[in-house]
C-alpha cells in the first residue's frame, strides 16, 4: 500500500513572515538564483535554504527587506531593489541605516540577535551600540525617519504584528533549550 503526502511542513517564522511581506504588499518567492532581488511589482525574491548560511532564516531575510523599504520610503516600493545598488559604496550609509533601524525594531522585542542580518555588513551591525541612532547624522536621520514610518501603511500594523509573534514563538521554544534566542549556537 502507497501512502499518499496531503501535507507538507512549514516552518512557523516562514509562516509568519512571509504573511507580513504579503500584507505589506509582497510575495515570497525563494530562488537560488540570487541571495535577494526585489521587483517593484510585488515580489520579493529570496535565496532558497541550500543557497544560504547556517544563520540565515526567511524570517531575518523578510524583515531586513522590509527595512530596507522603510529607508527608502514609499517611493522605493517602486524601485528595483528598493533603488538600491550594492555594487558600489554609494549606498553604504542606506545599508548602514537600514541596519540601525532594524536593531531599534528587533530590540523593541528582545529579537535584536535572532533577526540579526547575516551580509557582510554583519559586523557593523554587531558593533552598533545599544543605541542603534547614535552614530552618523546621514545614516541616523534615514533611520529615525524610517522608523517614523514603521506604523504606516503599508507596513503598520504587520511588521510589529509579525516581530511579536516571532518573539511569542521563541518565548514558546525557550523553556525546550538552553539557547537564550530561536538561533542555536553551533
Same mark, same amino acid.
Given at each position: 500500500?502507497?501512502?499518499?503526502?496531503?501535507?507538507?511542513?512549514?516552518?512557523?517564522?516562514?509562516?509568519?513572515?512571509?504573511?507580513?511581506?504579503?500584507?505589506?504588499?509582497?510575495?515570497?518567492? #525563494?530562488?537560488?538564483?540570487?541571495?535577494?532581488?526585489?521587483?517593484?511589482?510585488?515580489?520579493?525574491?529570496?535565496?532558497?535554504?541550500?543557497?544560504?548560511?547556517?544563520?540565515?532564516?526567511?524570517?531575518?531575510?523578510?524583515?531586513?527587506?522590509?527595512?530596507?523599504?522603510?529607508?527608502?520610503?514609499?517611493?522605493?516600493?517602486?524601485?528595483?531593489?528598493?533603488?538600491?545598488?550594492?555594487?558600489?559604496?554609494?549606498?553604504?550609509? #542606506?545599508?548602514?541605516?537600514?541596519?540601525?533601524?532594524? $536593531?531599534?525594531?528587533?530590540?523593541?522585542?528582545?529579537?535584536?540577535? $535572532?533577526?540579526?542580518?547575516?551580509?557582510?555588513?554583519?559586523?557593523?551591525?554587531? $558593533?552598533?551600540?545599544?543605541?542603534?541612532?547614535?552614530?552618523?547624522?546621514?545614516?541616523?536621520?534615514?533611520?529615525?525617519?524610517?522608523?517614523?514610518?514603521?506604523?504606516?501603511?503599508?507596513?503598520?500594523?504587520?511588521?510589529?504584528?509579525?516581530?511579536?509573534?516571532? #518573539? #511569542?514563538?521563541?518565548?514558546?521554544?525557550?523553556?525546550?533549550?538552553?539557547?537564550? $534566542?530561536?538561533?542555536?549556537?553551533?
Amino acid at each position: 500500500m502507497t501512502r499518499v503526502i496531503t501535507r507538507t511542513y512549514q516552518d512557523p517564522l516562514d509562516l509568519v513572515w512571509t504573511e507580513v511581506a504579503r500584507r505589506v504588499g509582497f510575495r515570497v518567492v #525563494r530562488s537560488d538564483a540570487c541571495y535577494a532581488s526585489i521587483d517593484p511589482a510585488g515580489l520579493m525574491i529570496l535565496g532558497t535554504p541550500d543557497t544560504l548560511d547556517a544563520d540565515d532564516c526567511l524570517a531575518q531575510m523578510v524583515f531586513h527587506e522590509l527595512c530596507h523599504s522603510l529607508v527608502q520610503g514609499p517611493e522605493g516600493l517602486r524601485e528595483v531593489d528598493w533603488g538600491l545598488c550594492n555594487e558600489t559604496h554609494r549606498d553604504v550609509p #542606506r545599508e548602514h541605516a537600514t541596519l540601525r533601524l532594524q $536593531a531599534v525594531l528587533a530590540a523593541e522585542y528582545g529579537l535584536r540577535a $535572532a533577526l540579526a542580518p547575516t551580509t557582510d555588513f554583519r559586523a557593523f551591525y554587531d $558593533a552598533l551600540p545599544a543605541d542603534p541612532m547614535d552614530g552618523p547624522e546621514e545614516e541616523v536621520a534615514l533611520a529615525r525617519a524610517a522608523l517614523s514610518r514603521a506604523d504606516a501603511a503599508p507596513w503598520g500594523p504587520h511588521l510589529r504584528m509579525g516581530l511579536d509573534a516571532t #518573539r #511569542r514563538i521563541g518565548d514558546a521554544v525557550a523553556p525546550f533549550t538552553d539557547a537564550t $534566542a530561536l538561533l542555536s549556537p553551533d
